[in-house]
């Protein structure tokens, strides 16, 4: 507290991210980064944007980014917008189409930045509850509203919703902003974006981070009709007229136009996780069915706060969240092969 800070931010509560260690060597499983790294194209991009031009701005519009992106969809830039991170972007949509509105809605167990960016934005909100299987009932969302956010797949249970349930939420909705936030969505769903030219109402948010193993460089983007992007540019240019800098840009540019390099990685992660899931059932574990680089899973008799300790003691670090309803879960980020023998090793470990 400080009598300097507004009356705002005396009451805001930040998204607390998973723990980034410095120093120590941890086997990282609590952030859903790419297990594998950047592709030799992408770095060698970013190398060669290394030099002389970094004292000039970057791109204001990224328009290669953006056209690069575009294109792979059969759209135009017009129809994407990108920021620094698909945080930025989610918040760039709050704020441009929720603020001043009515209640917006999403579901109670979903990305907690949502809750963070209502309380920024001063948008009120309504959660309704997943069922106990953790999967939505659509039903719950048939207006009236300010708007919607969905992430598919949702997080942290990692399930899949089918596009039709999505069509459903958007003709629900049509008055309303939808916003689908595909952070996983290249692990295992189908994306929205193929709607985008149908529903005037819908904007899709994916990101470079996970499955573009590119966490470290920020850059994320959304689609959606031109009406919608313009709405993003004038909140991006009354903000930060400059997201996303130089090396961002090349490194993401690189990125989606490696479809070898994206491919190879998001086909052993999802190999990976079948293999993971397996192996922990037979642990004692239930896991929720992933569409996402992370498991969901619970032990049949050891609380999960214990586990994440007893891992952390192994040096192994998994995201647990002390929210009602899922205190007894653990997110698992998909690992290397290596990672995924120790990971099962520790827990092996731990329930002896
Ligand atoms: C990781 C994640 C994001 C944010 O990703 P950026 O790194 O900011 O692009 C957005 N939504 C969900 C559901 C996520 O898990």
């Known amino acids: 507290m400080s009598r300097f800070w507004s009356p705002l931010v005396e009451k805001l509560v930040p998204y607390v991210p998973g723990e980034q260690p410095k120093g120590q060597t941890f086997i990282k499983l609590n952030t859903n980064e790419n297990p594998y790294g950047p592709s030799a194209k992408v770095l060698e991009a970013i190398q060669a944007a290394t030099g002389d031009e970094l004292r000039l701005y970057p791109d204001p519009v990224a328009g290669g980014l953006r056209d690069s992106i575009a294109a792979s969809f059969g759209l135009t830039r017009e129809k994407v917008f990108a920021g620094n991170g698909s945080d930025e972007v989610l918040a760039h949509a709050f704020n441009a189409f929720f603020t001043g509105k009515p209640r917006i809605v999403f579901a109670d167990i979903t990305y907690s930045f949502y809750t963070t960016y209502c309380q920024l934005f001063g948008v009120e909100y309504t959660t309704f509850p997943l069922n106990e299987t953790f999967e939505y009932d659509l039903d719950d969302y048939q207006g009236p509203c300010g708007g919607v956010v969905i992430a598919n797949p949702n997080a ?159 040096g192994i670090l998994v995201r647990h969240f002390s929210k009602p309803r899922i205190e007894n879960w653990l997110r698992i980020s998909i690992c290397t092969d290596d990672e995924c023998r120790a990971l099962v090793r520790a827990l092996q470990e731990i329930l002896q």
């Open 156 to 314: 942290p249970t990692g399930i899949a919703l089918p596009l039709e349930k999505i069509e459903q939420v958007l003709k629900q909705n049509s008055d309303v902003v939808v916003i689908v936030d595909e952070a996983y969505v290249d692990f295992g769903a189908e994306s929205a974006v193929r709607l985008v030219p149908r529903y005037e109402n819908l904007l899709v948010v994916q990101t470079f981070s996970k499955s573009r193993s590119l966490a470290g460089a920020r850059v994320g983007f959304a689609v959606g009709q031109p009406h919608l992007i313009e709405g993003l540019n004038r909140v991006k240019d009354s903000f930060n007229s400059y997201p996303l800098d130089r090396l961002a840009l090349v490194a993401a540019k690189a990125a989606w136009e490696d479809a070898e390099g994206f491919e190879q990685t998001r086909s052993k992660v999802i190999a990976s996780r079948e293999k993971l899931a397996g192996q922990l059932a037979e642990l004692g574990f239930s896991s929720l069915p992933s569409a996402t680089n992370f498991l969901f899973v619970s032990h049949s008799s050891v609380p999960a706060a214990e586990l994440q300790a007893g891992l952390r003691a192994r």
